[in-house]
């Protein structure tokens, strides 16, 4: 939300694709060269985090890909400077490659429909995924009692409950599919009422 409205005046103007390339691998270059220095960008070492995590320093792993998991793993509660730069960096990039695609039918309708309501979905998301969660332990025979405890977000899953990443690929899609409804339909709400000043923040 912060970088929409710094980059609010960037996007108005006419050279803006150049602008938001430029900027989009700066900021991508810049998350390497941090990242491989391996010290500042990653958060306060030693502070306590809000929610535990295990980004830190970056080590060569026994395998390749465990490697790149380590390089890649950023702090993300708050965010760090690694974070930001990894994210906003590829989103920038991203964003000058849709400015040309076609919204009105196909997958950037579809695209279209998250990125008008993108509030409304990260609210509904939560509730659709915590839904999921409960209903798939359910259906496995998995333990979903604690999930019904506030302190769910904070604590190490019980044994025998989790998926592979597949099947978590999976869930991510069904849940794409579930919110597309809602959000293509507050989508079309917010634009019945363009009056309602108050809808464009949610």
Not at 12 to 19: A, C, E, H, L, T
Not at 52 to 65: D, K, L
Not at 79 to 102: F, K, N, Q, V
Not at 175 to 184: I, K, T
Request: glycine share 12%.
């Amino acid at each position: 939300m912060a970088a929409g409205y710094a980059l609010g005046a960037l996007l108005g103007r006419p050279d803006r694709r150049q602008w938001t390339l430029g900027l989009g691998v700066a900021l991508t270059l810049a998350f390497f060269a941090l990242r491989a220095l391996n010290g500042y960008g990653n958060g306060g070492a030693g502070l306590p985090a809000p929610v535990p995590s295990t980004a830190g320093p970056w080590r060569v792993q026994p395998r390749p890909t465990l490697t790149v998991a380590a390089f890649f793993n950023a702090l993300k509660y708050p965010p760090s400077l690694d974070y930001l730069l990894m994210t906003l960096g590829p989103a920038l990039i991203l964003l000058t490659w849709l400015e040309g695609a076609t919204t009105g039918r196909g997958f950037g309708r579809i695209l279209l429909a998250f990125g008008r309501v993108p509030l409304f979905y990260y609210v509904l998301h939560l509730f659709v995924i915590h839904g999921l969660a409960i209903v798939v332990g359910w259906l496995y025979h998995q333990p979903i009692t604690w999930l019904w405890q506030g302190r769910f977000m904070t604590q190490d899953p019980p044994a025998g409950y989790g998926h592979g990443l597949a099947f978590i690929y999976l869930m991510w899609l069904l849940a794409l599919g579930l919110l597309y409804f809602p959000c293509r339909w507050y989508a079309a709400f917010k634009g019945a009422h363009p009056n309602w000043g108050w809808l464009s923040y949610l």
